[in-house]
């Protein structure tokens, strides 16, 4: 039995949360280092890079929220943390730098305003993803909150979904624009249309067993499967806990649903779930989502007449709390105080009406974090780095802003393209699902030891997920601006992923290369 497991028969994790107020009265060296792992459950971790410093990580299902939530939320990064707030790839917030003595308080203020921590951390059912503009978006096929919120509101506290064997992540949307990586998640359904007696029932198809950590980027697995509305809590429940009964308990690194559905099989774990739900399933239907994603940023028309929603582009989704705060201020004078989270680390100001919408746009924040951002910038992302994660083994934030900057310069007129940056193979910066992926690690060169990359490119969820391909190792990071103004222009999107019967470009190697040091590629890692 590996040691997590040892920890969570000695103890739910779900049990610690009454031992909270002791901690914060006898201080954080006095909590066991089983109790420290414990803690994930209630999302506070403490990180290595700050000792006797918690993280705070917020669940904010489909990333919905509003003023008075972000208000309080800044409010605590300012009164307990260092001010620094992260905007997830997983739609959440996190505050950093908190202290164990006033989580109590923390935690009084989060339920007085409707918001939770609850689960956020090791082998739970993680924040449930939506579509940020669900709801208002124009062209989607049905508003899947209600979906998100019922599962939410059902595995939370509920000894039930509290001792998995890993993390699970869960995706429902009914947009048709594949803003929420559905492929990368161990369940997600995605929007589908079925013809019912002439007439089309709208609900979902149901995708299984995505990942990016563990071993790399696993395509989730279609099961064949059409759900409705009223049926999506019931076969997310069953799918949920066909892995907590028969998912790998002793190798951490092994015991995602991926590798329950490659040992079952895709059509065994569908006779399974159907034994679990004593009925048999319907099969999958016509799928409706477009193959291009979106990051909803920019000014876009919502569904409720002279309404309009504004994204935000939050660079490398971090934010100070005071500019959070008068981010909140703009929604209740602006729009109706509601503040959504996009997976791109986007922020968006639904329900700006026509008239509101120019004042809106001259506001001196919107000029710090715009709704026009470049090609290089709007599609950047970036895990939290190692200045506040232990895994990571390079700061990435920082770097990611520098060597943007740097690219708007020199390929401003480049076409749209996604570049994300992750600190350490866990993939928290979904960088294998980006354009331009790349993952941080140390090399040595000559004397020294440097921060280094290697590069993907061409992967992509979607209707046609793709996985990424690795084309460079161990390219330092003083020189990667070089490096990227050679390998961008040959692998835009469109260059990636052309339509069959298209010639392909040749490998970008033939082309980069001579910019770069030989030994920057084959420098070994340390």
Request: hydrophobic share 35%.
């Amino acid at each position: 039995m590996n040691k997590i497991e040892q920890i969570k028969l000695e103890k739910d994790g779900l049990d610690i949360k009454k031992d909270i107020r002791r901690f914060s009265e006898e201080g954080w060296e006095s909590i066991s280092e089983d109790d420290i792992q414990r803690l994930k459950w209630y999302g506070l971790f403490l990180r290595t890079p700050t000792p006797g410093h918690f993280m705070l990580r917020v669940r904010i299902p489909s990333g919905q929220t509003f003023s008075y939530q972000i208000k309080v939320l800044a409010q605590i990064a300012q009164g307990f943390g260092n001010g620094v707030i992260d905007i997830t790839t997983r739609q959440q917030i996190q505050i950093r730098h908190l202290k164990i003595e006033n989580i109590p308080e923390v935690f009084e203020l989060l339920e007085m305003n409707g918001l939770t921590s609850t689960q956020t951390g090791l082998d739970n059912v993680r924040n449930i993803m939506g579509c940020p503009v669900a709801g208002i978006h124009p062209g989607e096929l049905l508003n899947a909150s209600p979906q998100v919120l019922a599962l939410t509101q059902h595995i939370l506290d509920n000894r039930e979904f509290s001792n998995l064997p890993r993390k699970f992540n869960v995706a429902i949307t009914g947009c048709p624009d594949n803003c929420l990586h559905a492929e990368t998640q161990d369940l997600a359904l995605v929007p589908a249309s079925k013809d019912e007696k002439g007439e089309a029932l709208l609900g979902f198809n149901v995708l299984a067993g995505g990942k990016l950590g563990s071993g790399g980027y696993r395509i989730a697995s279609s099961l064949n499967v059409f759900v409705t509305p009223e049926e999506a809590l019931e076969v997310c429940s069953a799918v949920i806990l066909l892995f907590r009964d028969h998912g790998n308990r002793e190798n951490r690194s092994q015991n995602r649903l991926a590798f329950l559905l490659d040992e079952w099989g895709v059509d065994r774990f569908r006779s399974e779930l159907e034994k679990r739900l004593k009925r048999s399933l319907p099969s999958a239907a016509n799928e409706l989502r477009n193959v291009e994603s979106s990051e909803h940023i920019g000014i876009y028309r919502q569904k409720q007449p002279l309404m309009n929603y504004v994204g935000l582009k939050i660079p490398v989704g971090r934010i100070m709390g005071n500019k959070l705060e008068q981010l909140a201020e703009l929604a209740e004078r602006y729009g109706n105080g509601e503040i959504r989270i996009s997976p791109a680390q986007t922020l968006i100001l639904p329900n700006v009406s026509d008239k509101n919408l120019g004042d809106l746009l001259e506001e001196p924040l919107l000029k710090e974090l715009v709704y026009h951002p470049s090609s290089i910038m709007r599609g950047l992302v970036s895990c939290v780095g190692s200045d506040y994660c232990h895994l990571a083994v390079i700061e990435t934030k920082a770097r990611a802003l520098e060597v943007a900057s740097k690219l708007e310069e020199t390929l401003s007129e480049t076409a749209p393209i996604t570049m994300h940056w992750s600190g350490c193979p866990a993939g928290c910066g979904n960088h294998l699902v980006a354009d331009i992926g790349l993952l941080g690690k140390r090399i040595k060169r000559g004397d020294e030891v440097v921060d280094a990359v290697d590069i993907f490119v061409g992967g992509r969820a979607g209707p046609d997920p793709k996985l990424a391909v690795k084309i460079m190792e161990n390219v330092p990071c003083d020189i990667l601006p070089a490096v990227l103004e050679q390998v961008i222009p040959y692998h835009t999107r469109q260059k990636m992923h052309r339509k069959k019967g298209q010639k392909k470009r040749k490998k970008v190697e033939t082309i980069s290369k001579e910019n770069i040091q030989p030994e920057a590629l084959v420098s070994p890692e340390v």
